[in-house]
């Protein structure tokens, strides 16, 4: 018989960007609600008195005080096999590959490290309530097959994909254009689609790939056209500088991935922090998607992303955390930081915007929208149980906050793991705070 769970507390959700609906479309909001959930599904939401009274008599209830239920994260960036490296000190992008990246990558050789690493990341992600994330391996096809194991093992909805690199960096770390395609096609025969894992092509960035790789990175996108591809863009000004001594013959960076057919609907490019006006115009028209990444743009001294710029463009924007480049897992602390950065510029990120990016933004930058990123009825039910007086200085500041306004911006700015109370995966509760 099907197992039918209701869950009572306040909730909060996205419905659409507030910069196309205004802030009061943008979400929806039951101060007393009650979401319920069936075969992994969202099968109602609304005030409790209505859902309650459409429900049979007899549903199993769980209620929450001091709670606010919404939708799991969205991280659009992250390396899963940077997480023991995280928080290295003092460089900027190319010696922080050189002196602490690639060396720590090295270790994903042995498929058990690897095996190890992803569990831990995987349990981290979910004590953070992320529930899907756009993820990096390592050049090593193992290490892909080691995260999507522990992936499946946990039913979460993750996109990854095995590194292509094929020079400007250590021997040990190499593969060739060859064994990239090889590799690639066999991760994604078994791996794209199998339950809730997806595949995403992943030439690390323009200086580490060949011509030829870069071809085979636009073959396989041709060849599988529903394979996601993911990869940097324009984070560091000496990085962009590279790229254009590497492709002299090409407009600029953008123009490198467009020459080989990289650019569509399913790309995402971390960072995109300097973009020229012509390439901000070909991410709208290509419709190729920008991970935001806040803590790893300041972290790594690489720049503050323009927000509204990208948007005037129409150009999809997700965030991601890009540990361990970034300094955190949470994506609360991902919006504190993109926060920041936007009050730099004179621009403001409303709350409501923010819970956008991080869920239902995240899906349509992710193209998961149907299936994830709010709690409208017939999607996954990947949900988060956040805890309104987590911290003693949390709960002290929610006192004297007024209005659903407030407290989302108090748990954004002081918030962190400990905000999260439970973790649903596909409606079952895969973590719980103690
Ligand atoms: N550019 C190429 N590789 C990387 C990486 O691992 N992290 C970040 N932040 N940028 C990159
Ligand atoms: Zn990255």
């Not at 590799?183 to 580490?208: C, M, N």
């Not at 790309?267 to 390439?279: K, T």
């Amino acid at each position: 018989m099907t197992q039918v769970t209701a869950y009572r507390a306040a909730i909060l959700h996205s419905l659409a960007d507030p910069a196309r609906v205004g802030l009061d479309a943008s979400h929806a909001y039951y101060e007393d609600g009650v979401l319920v959930v069936a075969d992994g599904h969202i099968c109602d939401i609304g005030p409790a008195d209505q859902v309650l009274a459409r429900q049979p008599t007899n549903l199993e209830v769980i209620r929450f005080e001091n709670k606010l239920i919404t939708a799991g994260f969205i991280d659009t960036h992250i390396h899963f096999p940077q997480t023991e490296m995280i928080a290295s000190y003092g460089e900027q992008l190319l010696d922080w590959l050189n002196n602490y990246t690639f060396p720590e990558e090295r270790k994903f050789a042995d498929p058990a490290h690897a095996r190890r690493v992803a569990s831990f990341f995987l349990d981290e992600l979910l004590r953070n309530g992320t529930t899907t994330a756009m993820v990096f391996g390592t050049v090593h096809k193992a290490s892909v097959d080691a995260f999507f194991s522990e992936s499946e093992k946990r039913n979460t909805r993750m996109i990854a994909g095995k590194v292509m690199m094929d020079r400007h960096a250590p021997d040990y770390l190499l593969d060739t254009p060859e064994s990239a395609y090889a590799d690639s096609k066999a991760l994604i025969e078994r791996w794209h689609h199998k339950g809730r894992q997806l595949y995403a092509v992943t030439p690390r960035f323009a200086p580490t790939s060949t011509a030829d790789q870069l071809a085979v990175a636009g073959r396989l996108l041709q060849e599988y056209p529903d394979v996601y591809l993911q990869t940097h863009l324009s984070e560091n000004k000496q990085e962009i500088a590279w790229v254009k001594e590497l492709f002299p013959e090409r407009k600029g960076y953008l123009d490198v991935y467009d020459h080989f057919g990289l650019l569509g609907e399913r790309s995402v490019f971390a960072h995109a922090v300097h973009l020229e006006q012509e390439e901000c115009e070909r991410m709208g028209e290509t419709d190729s998607v920008i991970s935001f990444c806040p803590t790893s743009n300041l972290f790594l001294g690489s720049g503050l992303f323009d927000l509204p710029r990208m948007e005037a463009h129409q150009v999809r924007v997700g965030l991601g955390t890009d540990v361990g480049g970034g300094t955190s897992f949470s994506m609360l602390q991902t919006i504190a930081e993109a926060y920041k950065i936007q009050q730099l510029q004179q621009h403001k990120l409303h709350p409501l915007k923010a819970l956008y990016l991080a869920t239902l933004g995240g899906a349509k930058a992710l193209s998961l929208d149907d299936r994830i990123g709010n709690l409208t009825v017939g999607k996954e039910a990947d949900f988060l149980v956040l805890d309104l007086h987590a911290t003693p200085l949390i709960q002290a500041r929610m006192k004297n906050a007024h209005n659903l306004f407030e407290q989302l911006f108090v748990l954004m700015m002081l918030g962190d793991d400990r905000v999260i109370a439970e973790t649903y995966i596909y409606g079952d509760c895969c973590y719980r705070r103690h």
